[in-house]
């Protein structure tokens, strides 16, 4: 990590510190409402948050029963460990508000007035609730008929407070609240979020059906990330702008230069043919001038060819991105794999 970035990191949270020369291990303790949690991040050497691990006391753990994708969601989302654990401080708030040992007993006005709530919004609507009446999922379907959950965290200030919102979308969800607002207010602004997200949904959802996706495996709502296979041991990498998901995507191309050369030639030669008018794969296909592989021909084994160091085709989440340039080769790698071998060699050469 730069310095700039280890400076922002101890104002956030000085209490946590690097275990190694490299900074990819961090260990010490996350403070929030007075509290300090013991916390591990180990990440991984590409530095890339979506495959760092999270090891902490059972107590943190226990305290963040049911944040567990929120917090994966804000490991794929996070640029770096700084805003990372801003966020992670923010859901840490979130969950000790929430935390039922922490909570007086409940007013009775609170339960009845939940309870008026959730019948007028309807118990059709509900998917989930606890016991306590303290977290509650809504289930919404778009105009697609994809099936959507909203879960809600509830205070005993409700609803002269609002509840904590938690969604799986690729962009921020802020609900607008008054002490009058209810249930169905916070349902109604969900459902239109929906539909401001259908046009990117459905890209994705095209590319998933139509294409060999190598990551992520198990695509969650709000990933706006594909590798999209194009032939063997050459793939695309989209980024795609939830916002504007018919525009054209972040391309990084992952082969052998004699491979890949020529696409990044077709890319720059024929992005001026790209028309939002139409879908994001057709796009693709026309400008790169290619089809890509049949899921009703192909297994996805035919793209996923394991390192030729350590014989695995994930390793740590991350999987071979590296590409022997020889055109006789072709054979992937992963980045540690090709890294460790360098550094026990200039290790030997020092002893």
């Not at 809504?138 to 609002?162: F, M, V, W």
């Not at 921020?172 to 002490?179: D, G, N, T, V």
């Not at 018919?246 to 890319?267: I, S």
């Not at 296909?285 to 085709?313: H, N, Q, W």
């Amino acid at each position: 990590m730069a310095l700039a970035g280890s400076r922002a990191l101890l104002r956030q949270c000085p209490l946590l510190l690097p275990q190694n020369r490299e900074g990819s291990v961090y260990e010490g303790f996350v403070t929030a409402q007075d509290r300090d949690f013991h916390i591990r991040i180990l990440l991984p050497s590409d530095f890339q948050l979506k495959n760092a691990r999270i090891q902490c006391s059972w107590r943190l753990k226990k305290l963040l029963h049911g944040y567990h994708q929120i917090v994966k969601q804000r490991l794929q989302h996070c640029s770096d460990l700084v805003s990372f654990m801003v966020e992670f401080k923010t859901i840490l708030e979130a969950a000790l508000k929430n935390a039922p040992e922490l909570h007086a007993p409940l007013p009775p006005e609170y339960y009845s007035y939940l309870v008026r709530d959730i019948e007028t919004l309807g118990w059709n609507k509900i998917a989930y609730v606890d016991t306590g009446l303290n977290t509650i999922k809504l289930k919404g379907e778009d105009s697609c008929g994809r099936q959507h959950l909203i879960t809600l965290k509830l205070n005993a200030k409700y609803p002269a407070e609002p509840p904590d919102c938690f969604v799986d979308f690729p962009v921020e969800f802020a609900i607008s609240w008054i002490p009058q607002s209810s249930l169905i207010d916070i349902y109604n602004q969900f459902l239109a979020a929906l539909e401001s997200m259908k046009e990117f949904w459905n890209a994705m959802d095209e590319i998933d059906e139509k294409t060999w996706v190598l990551e992520p495996e198990n695509p969650i709502r709000s990933a706006t990330m594909r590798r999209i296979a194009i032939g063997n041991n050459v793939s695309i990498n989209l980024e795609v702008d939830p916002r504007h998901p018919t525009m054209l995507p972040e391309c990084y191309f992952l082969g052998a230069d004699q491979v890949v050369n020529p696409l990044r030639t077709k890319l720059n030669n024929n992005m001026h043919l790209w028309d939002p008018e139409i879908t994001l794969l057709q796009n693709l296909k026309e400008v790169l001038e290619i089809d890509f592989p049949s899921r009703a021909v192909l297994e996805k084994s035919d793209f996923t060819m394991d390192c030729g160091i350590c014989y695995a085709y994930r390793l740590d989440g991350a999987v071979p991105d590296q590409i022997c340039g020889d055109s006789r080769c072709g054979q992937p790698f992963h980045q540690a794999c090709l890294f460790e071998p360098i550094s026990v060699k200039m290790s030997m050469k020092k002893l």
